[in-house]
């Protein structure tokens, strides 16, 4: 009785509360059950999802309908009273797709064994709106892939940049909504501190869930329905593993030995012009009265040198020997080096995964579990103060169901990343070293740099109410915490009297007094006090979402929902100082800012599905508000520091605005019989700003940097026009049309004030006060991009399978308005107005990603002396290929406006990945070998320098060739960095399972 009062209070809330929806995370079955015999409709007949308790009964049209299955594969059974029963073995279910069978029953008194049947793949998907794909836990964890991140790398539509973020289309980096389990993923901060909007490398670390604990991947890179949100580009949906109806688990062991993962010499190799230049005591002596000087020998020993010659002479020749030896010491490469300096090449790469799950209890459908976790050792490809990058996600997925009305799932995760700011891309820009050309290297300095350390930790509450066969409800609470710390640490240096070493006779220094021999115009010398950066970052997120989904009738499936998100912000960053109060006592650059931003989202839409149109037509609308303090007055800005401009500045703040936005989308698909079908597709999409652009405020002398907390949303109106057709009995061809059209996007504003930053002049108002500018964003950039891509693919084959994925697409870029605002009393101050577009330098026309994998069944395979050493193995290969970067390259002044007329070659690799598992019994042994880049092609490193750019296109020469000038920067310093990508690397996989 309490049973049936509660579910009846519940249905009257859903009924009069407001409905909101979260991304759906589950897939559709549907289908008929007619007589074999008089092919009359069935009614009342049972359809059941064998292992669980999801089922349904048909109606007077023999039609069933089952909602919010789990994606996966399940053995599918009808019966009826009278009738024989038929199983339909492996139907898959995958997200937000409805799969169709239909059965026919035989009178039990003609045929009375079961009937069992293999479901086949159908030729087409027929209620495909728009651009995706979807990979399941098989090819994922047999892929020749790292983590869940490389299997976006698997789809043409997704590109990776030189940081190891990632965008879809052309669109610029984060602007994809990737979710687990339906909570979306999200960095509160991606920049450096006290940067103002420069990134940090590897924001995208968190996507690297582990592969063991996942279900089945979805990939949109086309438009996507009104439930999806803060996104312009794609979504990634990744669901969990739930726990079969037995225990299983499995553990893997993942290695790689140790070596050096860049092209070019070791690093610290002494046959390097500066050691060959001060390796050498003879060399040392050679300029024996210049470094005399330097160490102020002759000042030290001047009554020696005065007095008695001899004695000097030798006192300067143990004097110059010690120095050498203390050089040596700074820069060879040893464990305990006080500037960090190491042998990068001895760390091995070691990875652990596990997952396992199943039953709590008696009855399996009661509760269950998975847990799935992995710990990640994977060394810097060059010298880095972390030494080992270290990443551990560990993810609970609980599911309880006390009712058959009634499922409970809880999620909690762990994520941690402890790295470095500049390192951590598999580009080798970004692995370490940074900014080197055209700055100076940091090598013999690699303490410089702190170690980041970033956690975050999340539930998610889940319930999942079952109001009838035809509709349910879902409620999500969330809640995430995200921790990111960079920690001053004291370095040793010449800067200090403490650790400097002036002679022979210092009894504490470490490291060698300022001289000719740090060769300042080519390293770093270690002249500083402490880490280069310090930042503490948290944020707590708040999210709450209630959805409703309600089969109406057999033609129409309504969603409609609503979600809220709540963070609590702080951040404070220092860059280049060591001062407590850096944000108000200064000479360097420093940012802070404390918010609450809030965003809301509704939706509502309706997926048609006719015999010969399926439609997903929806709106959706967005709000946000970042609940900061704007300045009254932008131009006259209050300034806490005592070093700024000397005007204190206007104090009146005002809050930030509320932006909202509708977004109108529609997709639609025409399949024509079973082998062909058409779509169209057109919608807006929008996203918020990200967090740095909105809320950073930057000081150094005055303000450097101010955020704007009122930017517009950013937005994109995307057309497609699509076509499936399978060619022959086993492949499909999904070719696709596409325009994005990017408006209200985000790009650098200065503006001119009386608070900016003393350095920065920008001009007087007409009164003779001096004004200087800061940087600020507004929304004055757009871009767009026109392409198509075409998949081929395998579907309904036993044991190998395919996917070809190609992309032809071209991505512009622009910006327009004033490039300085200025306050309307500026004397003879003014910028003009203007308009430009170019070619993007990300864009990359071609881009073609292949998938072969062959799978060996028990007993299959060739077999030699009497054994089969392939059964149960499995052999994937990738083949990727794109093209290079975009890059300017002029030869006439005149042509001075040019902008990425040239491009880099194309960048091609072969990886293949071998697993064989060995039973016994229950349980099995795993083992495998992985090959990356395989043939060990190179690609070539974009460079940054006019000279470099230069001597590449006109004479073929890279960082890592002499050419005709062997004393060129780039080449003494970097020739490490002419190829970008990783050499060849062999991964040895040891595993078990039960």
């Known amino acids: 009785m309490k049973h049936i009062l509660l579910n009846k209070i519940i249905l009257i809330f859903l009924l009069f509360s407001s409905v909101i929806l979260p991304q759906g995370q589950t897939g559709k079955l549907v289908g008929t059950i007619t007589d074999a015999n008089t092919g009359e409709p069935l009614i009342g007949a049972n359809v059941l999802l064998e292992g669980t308790n999801i089922g349904a009964a048909t109606n007077a049209e023999g039609r069933f309908i089952i909602l919010n299955i789990a994606p996966g594969k399940y053995n599918v059974v009808a019966s009826m009273v009278g009738y024989t029963k038929v199983i339909e073995k492996n139907v898959e279910i995958f997200i937000d797709r409805t799969t169709q069978i239909n059965f026919k ?33 098989k090819q994922i964890q047999a892929a020749p892939i790292e983590g869940l991140r490389g299997a976006l790398d698997l789809t043409s539509g997704f590109q990776k940049d030189q940081k190891g973020n990632y965008s879809v289309r052309g669109s610029s980096s984060y602007e994809v909504n990737f979710q687990i389990n339906g909570v979306e993923q999200m960095s509160s901060n991606t920049s450096a501190p006290a940067t103002f909007g420069t990134e940090k490398s590897d924001n995208s670390w968190k996507y690297d869930v582990n592969p063991l604990g996942v279900q089945q991947l979805q990939l949109i890179t086309g438009g996507f329905s009104a439930e999806y949100g803060n996104a312009q580009a794609g979504v990634v949906k990744v669901v969990l593993k739930e726990g079969a109806p037995r225990f299983t688990g499995e553990f893997r062991v993942e290695y790689r030995p140790s070596g050096q993962y860049h092209y070019g010499p070791y690093i610290y190799d002494k046959n390097n012009w500066e050691w060959q230049k001060w390796g050498k005591l003879e060399n040392w002596m050679a300029r024996k009265n210049e470094i005399a000087s330097e160490l102020k020998l002759d000042i030290r020993y001047q009554w020696y040198k005065d007095n008695d ?52 209890g008696k009855d399996p459908n009661v509760l269950k579990f998975y847990i799935s976790g992995e710990y990640k050792r994977n060394p810097t490809r060059l010298p880095t103060p972390e030494k080992v990058q270290v990443t551990q996600n560990y993810i609970l997925n609980l599911t309880y169901q006390p009712f058959p009305e009634h499922k409970f799932r809880f999620m909690g995760s762990y994520q941690s990343y402890l790295g470095g700011i500049w390192s951590g891309s598999s580009d080798i820009r970004w692995s370490g070293l940074a900014f080197t050309p055209p700055g100076v290297s940091t090598k013999y300095l690699v303490t410089l740099d702190p170690v ?40 040793a240096g010449y800067g200090l009297e403490v650790d400097r070493a002036d ?36 944020t707590e997120n708040y999210g709450l979402r209630f959805d409703y989904t309600n089969q109406i009738n057999q033609n129409h499936l309504i969603k409609s929902g609503l979600s809220f998100n709540y963070w609590d912000m702080i951040n404070n960053g220092v860059n280049s100082s060591f001062q407590a109060n850096s944000f108000v006592a200064r000479n360097g650059f420093a940012d802070y800012y404390k918010a609450y931003p809030i965003s809301l989202g509704f939706y509502v839409q309706d997926r048609m599905e006719f015999e010969g149109m399926i439609a997903n037509i929806g709106l959706r609308a967005e709000a946000y508000n970042f609940q900061a303090r704007v300045p009254v007055d932008p131009f006259n800005v209050l300034y806490p520091g005592t070093d700024g401009p000397g005007v204190i500045g206007n104090p009146e703040t005002k809050d930030s605005e509320t932006k909202y936005i509708f977004l109108p989308r529609v997709g639609v698909s025409f399949p024509i019989g079973e082998s062909t079908a058409f779509r169209i597709q057109y919608g807006h999409f929008a996203s918020m700003p990200i967090f740095s652009q909105a809320l950073s405020n930057k000081t150094w002398v005055g303000w450097q940097g101010i955020g704007n907390p009122n930017l517009e949303p950013k937005k994109t109106i995307q057309y497609e026009f699509g076509l499936q057709q399978t ?19 985000i790009g650098s504003r200065n503006i001119a004030a009386y608070t900016g930053s003393r350095n920065q002049f920008a001009g007087f108002t007409v009164d003779n006060t001096p004004l200087y500018y800061y940087l600020s964003y507004a929304n004055n950039a757009f871009g767009s991009t026109l392409g198509f891509e075409a998949t081929l693919e395998s579907f309904g084959t036993k044991n190998w399978s395919y996917r070809i994925s190609y992309s032809l697409s071209q991505t512009t870029t622009g910006n327009y308005g004033a490039s300085i605002v200025y306050p309307d009393n500026t004397r003879g101050y003014s910028t003009r107005n203007f308009t ?81 598992n060995i039973y016994f019994g229950s349980y099995k042994l795993l083992i495998g070998i992985r090959v990356m880049n395989l043939f060990d092609n190179k690609w070539i490193t974009p460079m940054s320098t006019n000279d470099d750019i230069n001597l590449w296109v006109e004479q073929g020469i890279t960082m890592m060739d002499a050419g005709n000038n062997p004393n060129r920067f780039s080449y003494l310093v970097a020739p490490y960095r002419a190829f970008s990508n990783i050499p060849r690397q062999v991964f040895f996989t040891v595993g078990f399972g039960f």
């Open 105 to 137: 029953l035989s009178d039990e008194t003609v045929q009375l064994e079961q009937v069992v049947v293999v479901a086949k793949r159908p030729p087409i998907i027929k209620d495909r709106t728009s651009s995706q794909s979807h990979i399941d836990d």
């Open 503 to 538: 002679s022979s006779k210092d009894p504490s220094g470490t490291v060698l007094r300022e001289g000719s021999w740090w060769e300042k115009d080519f390293f770093r010398a270690p002249f500083g006090f402490s880490t280069n950066y310090y930042q503490d970052s948290r």
């Open 309 to 360: 010659p001899d004695t000097y002479n030798q006192l300067v020749d143990r004097e110059i020997k010690w120095a050498y030896d203390l050089w040596v010491k700074n820069h060879e490469p040893s464990e305990d080096n006080v500037l960090g300096v190491y042998d990068y090449r001895q760390y091995s790469y070691q990875r652990y995964l596990f997952g396992f799950g199943g039953p709590l």
């Open 452 to 491: 980041r350390n970033e956690q975050t930790v999340a539930q998610t509450l889940n319930w999942v109410y079952t109001i009838s066969n035809t509709s349910f409800s879902e409620l999500i609470l969330t809640h995430q915490q995200e921790k990111y710390e960079l920690l001053f640490k004291y370095l």
């Open 836 to 916: 430009g577009e170019f070619l993007a330098s990300w864009d990359r026309t071609h881009n073609l990603r292949t998938l072969i994998q062959y799978f060996w069944d028990k007993a299959e395979g060739p077999e030699l002396f009497g054994v089969k050493p392939l059964a149960d193995a499995s052999l994937s290969m990738t083949y990727t290929a794109q093209s290079g970067v975009p890059f300017t390259y002029i030869t006439d002044f005149g042509l001075r406006d040019v902008v990425n007329n040239r491009r880099y070659p194309i960048e091609s690799s072969v990886d293949l990945n071998f697993i064989k």
């Open 727 to 745: 060619i022959g009995e086993s492949n499909r061809l999904d070719f696709a049309v596409y325009y994005n059209d990017r408006v209200t996007q």
